[in-house]
């Protein structure tokens, strides 16, 4: 079946470079017309040019695309809005949205001037959280939506001087978790892509074997497939790399149940904490309520 977005159009943050510019490309090439935001600016969000944005509108016009630059930064409300405002404005709709801006300032924790905290989480947690906002009303209304989140390995398994980034990456998966319930009655689905490959951002970190596999165009056709009428699941995290795909998933493991009718000592759950952590049962975790129902009912607790 061939993925199309024509009539659709998509904004793409952060596209200036590396996999955001490669999404961009591919949904243009696609049908979308595409917003292409990016400020431009150094790794640890310094600085800023708008050249970086007009080179990859330029390249997908050279192709017989159609793309309209932003140089906004996400890592504020009216930004977010202006980006979203850039759309309506030229094309009166948003179809997709992936949430792919993002800078490092990496330093171990101890060594991290707060400030360093703040505008990493500010661009990659609440940029996509204000850049999500502006759209969510236009997606609601019109009934249909796609959005993308853009996390890590470093915040789903953690990276020795990542604090920053690893909170902010982690926290736009729980805000896909939350907006897929409340996108679902409005066909907006929201979902999150875990990539890697070999840009400006991981130059220095990348093993120079595997480098030139780590293509960002490898990646992108997850990215863009999540922002496209054909995605019709919700709340995934879908990892990319070297042209390998996987989903990663949250489990839980079938554990204990004590009587909630008598106490717990330290020493109990000491005790079982081999058996809580052993993963030979796990199960996805969806519904916490429903889990706890079941176990309750498992002991006679609850009809
Ligand atoms: P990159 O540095 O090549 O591209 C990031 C782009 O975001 C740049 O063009 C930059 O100007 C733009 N940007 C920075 N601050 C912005 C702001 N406030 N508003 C709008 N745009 C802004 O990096 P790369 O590797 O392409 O990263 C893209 C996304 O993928 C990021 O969210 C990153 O954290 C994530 N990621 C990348 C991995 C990799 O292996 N390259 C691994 C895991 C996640």
């Given at each position: 079946m061939s993925i199309r977005f024509d009539n659709r159009v998509a904004i793409v943050t952060g596209a200036g470079a590396g996999l955001g510019r490669a999404h961009a490309l591919l949904l243009a090439e696609r049908g979308a017309k595409v917003v292409v935001n990016d400020p431009g600016g150094s790794v640890d969000g310094r600085g800023g040019s708008g050249a970086v944005a007009d080179k990859v509108v330029a390249e997908i016009r050279a192709?017989?695309?159609?793309?309209?630059?932003?140089?906004?930064s996400v890592g504020t409300w009216e930004g977010a809005q202006n980006i979203v405002k850039t759309a309506m404005d030229k094309w009166g709709r948003v179809d997709a949205l992936i949430n792919n801006a993002g800078i490092l300032r990496d330093k171990a924790f101890h060594n991290m001037p707060v400030e360093d905290f703040e505008a990493v989480v500010q661009v990659h947690l609440l940029g996509s959280a204000y850049c999500?906002?502006?759209?969510?009303?236009?997606?609601?209304?019109?009934?249909?939506?796609?959005?993308?989140?853009?996390?890590?390995?470093?915040?789903?398994f953690g990276n020795f001087g990542q604090s920053n980034y690893g909170a902010a990456k982690a926290g736009v998966c729980g805000l896909a978790n939350c907006?897929?319930?409340?996108?679902?009655?409005?066909?907006?689905?929201?979902?999150?892509?875990?990539?890697?490959?070999?840009?400006?951002?991981?130059?220095n970190l990348m093993n120079p074997a595997v480098a030139p596999y780590m293509k960002p165009e490898l990646v992108s056709p997850a990215a863009v497939w999540l922002a496209s009428e054909a995605c019709t699941v919700s709340g995934e995290i879908v990892f990319a790399q070297a042209g390998g795909f996987t989903r990663l998933q949250y489990f839980e493991t079938d554990g204990v149940q004590f009587d909630p009718d008598q106490p717990v000592t330290l020493e109990m759950f000491a005790d079982a904490f081999a058996t809580v952590t052993d993963l030979s049962h796990a199960h996805p975790l969806r519904t916490i309520m429903g889990e706890m129902e079941n176990k309750l009912r498992a002991i006679g607790k609850i009809k």
């Open positions: 192709k017989g695309g159609e793309a309209v630059a932003n140089y906004d999500t906002k502006a759209a969510w009303p236009i997606m609601r209304e019109q009934k249909y939506g796609r959005v993308v989140m853009t996390t890590s390995t470093s915040g789903i907006l897929r319930f409340e996108g679902a009655k409005y066909n907006i689905m929201v979902n999150v892509l875990s990539p890697a490959a070999y840009t400006r951002m991981t130059e």
